[in-house]
């Protein structure tokens, strides 16, 4: 877990401007002054962008945050409109059915939910998601779907086998969502 100090003083939010994913953090502490300073942002941008590649340089961006809690920077992203913190999306993954036939046969159709940081239906969502199962087929290539007004759905496919424990999980490749599961059993 990527934790963040309360002590006093800016920190840095270091994000990627094209997706709103965290990339880092910053805090500079002046030994003179006894505590954090603020820093320049335009000097730290090109602090960063000389020590990274061109492509990431061009995706840089920084937000500073006052911050009187510890901050778990994992679980949240900034929000490109508004250019603040805000918890990452959640990937809900259901299924109308949890015990599928182990015949090679029977299949699920799972439905992907991109939930806001409330709960609700994160409507304004669509991109690649990406599904991988510990058994099983599923029913596009590589696991890849396409969430459309935050809804992906696909097929899980059971092997001709019995499983206990069969774990489908779904994550986006843009960070902005937080990973979803969902345990099933093939009988």
């Known amino acids: 877990m990527n934790m963040m100090s309360s002590e006093a003083g800016p920190t840095y939010i270091i994000y990627d401007s094209r997706t709103g994913a965290i990339l880092g953090s910053y805090r500079q502490y002046s030994v003179e002054a006894g505590k954090h300073v603020a820093v320049p942002v335009a000097d730290l941008l090109d602090s960063l962008r000389q020590t990274s590649d061109a492509e990431t340089a061009a995706g840089l961006a920084v937000v500073e945050i006052q911050a009187d809690q510890?901050?778990?920077?994992?679980?949240?992203r900034v929000d490109l409109n508004k250019g603040k913190l805000v918890p990452k999306l959640q990937l809900r993954l259901r299924a109308d059915r949890t015990q599928l036939n182990g015949d090679?046969?029977?299949?699920?159709?799972?439905?992907i939910s991109v939930l806001d940081g409330k709960g609700a239906a994160a409507k304004n969502f669509s991109g690649d998601l990406q599904v991988q199962t510990s058994r099983g087929r599923l029913s596009t290539p590589g696991g890849r779907v396409q969430?459309?007004?935050?809804?992906?759905?696909?097929?899980?496919?059971?092997?001709?086998?019995?499983?206990?424990?069969?774990?489908?999980?779904?994550?986006?490749?843009?960070?902005?969502?937080?990973?979803?599961?969902?345990d099933l059993e093939f009988l």
């Open 70 to 76: 510890p901050v778990d920077l994992s679980s949240q």
């Open 104 to 111: 090679g046969k029977d299949s699920v159709e799972l439905v």
């Open 147 to 182: 969430s459309e007004g935050g809804v992906a759905k696909l097929k899980l496919i059971a092997p001709a086998e019995t499983v206990a424990k069969v774990r489908v999980t779904v994550s986006d490749s843009t960070n902005q969502c937080q990973t979803g599961s969902l």
